[in-house]
């Protein structure tokens, strides 16, 4: 992977754009495509890497048309897309998923593998902020962007390597982790599975792909190694958990040792369940101490759009990734928690027709939670518009006290002129881009 020339066919994807620095980083020449120009894109173009936005051959300089060239896609691109379509009638050039390339990288050191379908990349983030505070040498690739480092991609040396390890198109398939952990099992890109049994069928699979040590949620029913919970007796489990204004204080129990007092800088429950499958993993990697690795807790920053938290004058403002009913749900347990008696409002933004319209009714339910409820129109990502599902058919089943279909540009007008107490801005497509963050003020 040195000396190489790489096309990243939808290089600002979260996934894509860690890679591609990673090669970049090895000296190899890399050139890419993405239509946004998201945080991603950003960090890319400061790296020195070209990124081209315009879906044109001409757009293409000849040395990156060569048949030395390797190309790597993202599933999230359209099949009819003309890079793509270029290259595979070209017939001559190496063209490879984006969990391909990973699950090549991913062998080259200890691999530690984060998956499922909520938690993961916080999870991630939180085992790469304990091993970049303690010193020990890792690569990590990251589905978010981590806050301490501008960045989804962390390297500090070869030991071990970080992965957050994707179920969509059953990428995390190509990984073979000597350690992993599975977060949640939960319905979701059902227009890859088509049903449950076939996504957990899949998870099974990543499982029997672990090497060393395999830990899961308590209630995910598959052969595991470990179990972790904050509700329950398991392997590992938090107990006298204190919710505190800006973080949470816990006991830990691990198979054989007791930890109290712990400080996570990190709110909602559902990320102290994150925290306690970060730790559960680290633990069992004899080589680390996690006694030592405890008090960085308390300065873990954070990932962008993960429960950010602003203030707007007396109003407070949660900028966060939600994009399904469930973690909807933790960020209104997580308003009830630390936010009692506050009034509600959210902007949401559905992402992709196939997901608005499996989840229409969980999602009509989770959003009549709040107060008022401002939509905007579904996110396509990757997809056609599917007959019969939209945004309006959505707001239709929403009941609350007040409720609106508005354009992405209105968002700011909205936080400004809204009289309620709290308000989430929600969703995993370009929502935030068009919120002015520079009017709050950082929590």
């Known amino acids: 992977m040195n000396n190489k020339k790489y096309f990243f066919i939808g290089i600002g994807g979260i996934g894509m754009s860690s890679i591609a620095q990673y090669l970049n980083e090895k000296g190899n020449n890399i050139f890419g495509y993405d239509e946004s120009e998201n945080k ?9 890497i070209e990124v081209i936005n315009k879906l044109s051959l001409d757009s293409i ?53 984060v998956a499922g379908t909520h938690g993961k990349t916080t999870t991630t983030a939180i085992i790469s902020h304990l091993f970049h505070s303690s010193g020990i040498q890792f690569k990590a690739f990251i589905g978010g962007i981590m806050k301490c480092f501008d960045s989804n991609y962390i390297n500090t040396g070869n030991d071990y390597i970080i992965v957050e390890a994707d179920e969509y198109d059953r990428s995390f398939l190509n990984l073979n982790p000597n350690y992993a952990v599975i977060t949640s099992i939960e319905n979701d890109h059902l227009d890859v599975y088509g049903n449950f049994k076939s996504l957990n069928k899949s998870f099974k699979s990543f499982a029997d792909n672990v090497k060393d040590i395999l830990i899961t949620g308590a209630e995910i029913e598959i052969n595991k190694d470990f179990s972790y919970s904050i509700k329950s007796n398991s392997d590992y489990y938090s107990d006298n958990i204190k919710i505190l204004e800006n973080g949470i204080r816990f006991d830990l129990k691990t198979p054989n040792n007791f930890y109290s007092n712990i400080f996570v ?33 308390s300065n873990f920053k954070g990932i962008e759009r993960r429960m950010d938290i602003y203030k707007l004058d007396n109003k407070v403002v949660i900028d966060d990734y939600a994009h399904h009913p469930t973690e909807i749900e933790s960020v209104i347990n997580t308003i009830q928690t630390n936010y009692k008696n506050k009034s509600t409002a959210v902007v949401f933004q559905p992402h992709l027709f196939s997901r608005t319209r499996d989840f229409m009714d969980e999602f009509a339910v989770v959003l009549s939670k709040f107060d008022e ?18 945004s309006q058919i959505l707001l239709d089943k929403i009941k609350c006290l007040k409720k609106e279909l508005i354009d992405i540009k209105s968002i700011d007008d909205i936080v400004i002129n809204s009289k309620t107490d709290v308000i989430s801005i929600l969703g995993a497509g370009n929502i935030s881009e068009n919120l002015n963050k520079e009017i709050f003020q950082n929590v």
């Open 265 to 297: 800088n990190i709110i909602g429950l559902h990320n102290l369940k994150n925290t306690l499958a970060a730790l559960s993993i680290i633990d069992q990697i004899q080589e680390i101490d996690i006694q030592k690795l405890l008090p960085f807790l």
């Open 61 to 113: 300089p000849d040395y990156m048309k060569k048949e030395d060239v390797i190309v790597v896609y993202t599933p999230a691109i359209p099949d009819d897309n003309v890079f793509l379509n270029y290259f595979r009638k070209n017939g001559n050039n190496p063209i490879y998923k984006r969990s391909e390339i990973l699950g090549e990288i991913s062998k080259q050191s200890i691999c530690i593998a």
């Open 40 to 48: 991603s894109v950003k960090i890319l173009l400061k790296n020195g």
């Open 373 to 390: 409820v401002y939509l905007l129109e579904i996110f396509p990502a990757r997809e056609k518009p599917i007959i019969g599902v939209s």
